[in-house]
């Protein structure tokens, strides 16, 4: 990760430099004359030497806005080792975000090149007038951009590499941090009866797990949980999916990766918040043993559940691993999924999917997707789509087919995200629970406002600011 340094002025003239520039200010000679308007997230590079990047910040700029002037800095100086941030005249938070921005812009992965390894931005040193001040700042926003960087590295791991037992040993790091980690394995998942989550794996080489990460907090209070999808790699199963872009089934496991990022934010700041994660790692292959559709699984709730599509598998290991966070008696649950095609039908790239049982908490992750760039959209679990999921033979069904005979573009007009987040809310029981569909926006085919293209590491930043803003009192009343 970037390396950021805090100190007093006047800045080395010989490094590159960011000159943060509010809307309104005077401009630099020739800066105007480009069309330069220091709007949010707009740059203009001088032709002179040294090299200088002035930075468009807006009118009364707040956090995102300094964060995706970092970010924009980041892309255009991305091939220099070192820059320069001069702040001084900027309050001691603009520093401090701006050079979050420039962590989060900055970020790549090169761990599996050999050769040809472009430049990278590797340290910032920012100028201030308080750099106590803007440190103290930068300890809370490093504590996020970690998280979301240590989504990113898992989300970008290929399958050969981020099996389930590797992504249970990377999680297991995490206790040198004070989480702790206990990862349940295949005969402790037998025990207990996680019936959905194994018939998921059971056509991999590489059995599923159960990974609970924990981090007690300071007051004593049941934890608000995160629940994570963490399929290492989607086939399809015997539902397989067609072969073309079959590659980015990888990122599959992209929510519980954002569960892990936020629990290591939490632990970096030292939130006063208990919480923990719960992780459904699997992968969906096909093998001998593989489920088909028309099996009926017994979850670990004891609910039995008729399958209709193997390729569908996200909702099942998620029914087990709600369930489970449920005995933990959560201030509230939210799970994050790379869930369904439908909701990039409905949204696109630009907004997750946001379902719940609890309008507050829903509010709630709203307003902190805002503050951080991470948006959502609230939809519907209409009566009809739970009525949809009736089955004759088991207690529910997995989802619905489309009518025999049908496919292709009919099949979109089935509200699948609805369904799927039906499903779900059958497993929260009367929990205060939230689902984040975010099929669609856990990687970006083009560089964004706050990264290159790659993964996003959606969910870390808007599940710590969840927390900041919601679950750091002790008198947040836990759910019956």
Same mark, same amino acid.
């Given at each position: 990760?970037?390396?950021v340094?805090?100190?007093?002025?006047?800045?080395?003239?010989?490094?590159?430099?960011?000159?943060? /520039?509010?809307?309104?200010?005077?401009?630099?000679?020739?800066?105007?004359?480009?069309?330069? &308007?220091a709007?949010? =997230?707009?740059?203009?590079?001088?032709?002179?030497?040294?090299?200088?990047?002035l930075?468009?910040?807006?009118?009364?700029p707040?956090r995102?806005?300094?964060?995706?002037?970092?970010?924009?800095?980041?892309a &255009?100086?991305?091939?220099?080792?070192?820059?320069?941030?001069?702040?001084?005249?900027?309050p001691?938070?603009?520093?401090?975000?701006?050079?979050?921005g420039?962590?989060?812009g900055?970020?790549?992965f090169?761990?599996?090149?050999t050769?040809d390894?472009p430049p990278?931005?590797l340290?910032?040193?920012?100028?201030? %007038?308080?750099?106590?001040?803007?440190?103290?700042?930068?300890?809370?926003?490093?504590?996020?951009?970690?998280?979301?960087l240590?989504?990113?590295?898992?989300v970008?791991?290929?399958?050969?590499?981020?099996?389930?037992r590797?992504?249970?040993?990377?999680?297991?790091?995490?206790?040198?941090?004070g989480i702790?980690v206990d990862?349940?394995?295949r005969?402790?998942?037998?025990?207990?009866?996680f019936?959905?989550?194994?018939?998921?794996?059971?056509?991999?080489?590489?059995?599923?797990? #159960?990974?609970v990460?924990?981090?007690?907090?300071?007051?004593d209070?049941?934890?608000?949980?995160?629940v994570?999808k963490? #399929?290492?790699?989607?086939? !399809?199963? #015997?539902?397989?999916k067609?072969?073309?872009?079959?590659?980015?089934?990888?990122?599959?496991?992209?929510?519980a990766?954002a569960?892990?990022?936020?629990m290591?934010?939490?632990a970096?700041?030292?939130?006063?918040a208990?919480?923990?994660? +719960?992780?459904?790692?699997?992968?969906?292959?096909?093998g001998?043993?593989?489920?088909?559709p028309?099996?009926?699984?017994?979850t670990?709730?004891? &609910?039995?559940?008729?399958?209709?599509d193997t390729?569908?598998? !996200?909702?099942?290991?998620?029914?087990?691993?709600?369930?489970?966070?449920?005995?933990?008696?959560p201030?509230?649950? #939210?799970d994050?999924?790379?869930l369904?095609?439908?909701? +990039?039908?409905a949204?696109?790239?630009?907004?997750?999917?946001?379902f719940?049982n %609890?309008?507050a908490?829903?509010s709630?992750?709203?307003?902190?997707?805002?503050? /951080?760039?991470?948006?959502?959209?609230?939809?519907?679990? !209409?009566e009809s789509?739970?009525?949809?999921?009736?089955?004759?033979i088991?207690d529910? @069904?997995?989802? +619905?087919?489309?009518?025999?005979?049908?496919g292709?573009?009919q099949?979109?007009?089935?509200?699948?995200?609805c369904?799927?987040a039906?499903?779900? @809310?059958?497993?929260?029981g009367?929990?205060?629970?939230?689902?984040?569909?975010?099929a669609?926006?856990?990687?970006?085919? *083009?560089?964004h406002a706050?990264g290159?293209?790659?993964?996003?590491g959606? =969910?870390?930043?808007?599940?710590?600011?969840? /927390?900041a803003?919601?679950? *750091?009192?002790?008198?947040?009343?836990a759910?019956?």
């Open positions: 990760m970037l390396r340094q805090f100190r007093r002025g006047p800045p080395d003239p010989a490094l590159p430099l960011l000159l943060p /520039v509010p809307e309104g200010a005077v401009l630099p000679r020739g800066a105007a004359e480009a069309g330069f &308007r709007a949010p =997230g707009e740059v203009f590079e001088p032709a002179a030497a040294p090299r200088r990047l930075l468009g910040l807006g009118p009364a707040k995102l806005a300094l964060e995706k002037a970092g970010a924009a800095a980041a &255009r100086f991305a091939e220099l080792p070192h820059v320069a941030l001069d702040a001084r005249g900027q001691a938070e603009a520093a401090a975000w701006i050079a979050a420039v962590a989060l900055a970020w790549r090169d761990r599996h090149r050769r390894v990278a931005l340290r910032l040193t920012a100028f201030v %007038d308080d750099p106590a001040a803007a440190r103290a700042v930068w300890e809370v926003a490093e504590a996020g951009v970690r998280g979301c240590f989504a990113r590295d898992l970008a791991e290929p399958a050969n590499h981020l099996t389930t590797s992504f249970a040993k990377r999680l297991e790091e995490l206790a040198e941090f702790h990862v349940l394995g005969k402790r998942l037998t025990r207990a009866g019936g959905a989550l194994l018939a998921v794996g059971a056509g991999s080489a590489t059995p599923p797990r #159960i990974a990460l924990r981090w007690r907090g300071s007051f209070a049941p934890p608000v949980a995160f994570g963490g #399929i290492v790699f989607d086939t !399809g199963g #015997i539902s397989i067609p072969a073309g872009g079959m590659e980015a089934m990888r990122a599959d496991m992209a929510g990766a569960c892990a990022g936020a290591l934010s939490l970096l700041r030292r939130s006063p208990p919480a923990m994660a +719960v992780l459904a790692l699997a992968e969906n292959a096909t001998a043993e593989s489920y088909r028309g099996d009926v699984l017994r670990l709730s004891g &609910r039995t559940v008729e399958v209709v390729d569908a598998e !996200g909702r099942l290991v998620l029914a087990d691993a709600l369930h489970h966070a449920r005995g933990w008696r201030r509230g649950m #939210i994050l999924a790379t369904t095609g439908a909701i +990039v039908t949204l696109g790239h630009c907004r997750a999917g946001l719940g %609890d309008a908490l829903m709630a992750l709203a307003a902190a997707g805002e503050e /951080v760039g991470e948006h959502l959209w609230p939809m519907p679990i !209409g789509h739970r009525a949809d999921l009736h089955s004759d088991a529910i @069904r997995q989802c +619905v087919p489309p009518a025999r005979g049908e292709g573009w099949a979109r007009f089935i509200p699948d995200a369904h799927a039906a499903f779900l @809310r059958e497993f929260a009367k929990h205060s629970w939230a689902h984040l569909d975010i669609g926006v856990d990687t970006a085919e *083009e560089a706050l290159p293209a790659g993964p996003t959606f =969910g870390v930043r808007l599940l710590d600011a969840l /927390v803003a919601r679950f *750091e009192e002790p008198d947040h009343h759910a019956p």
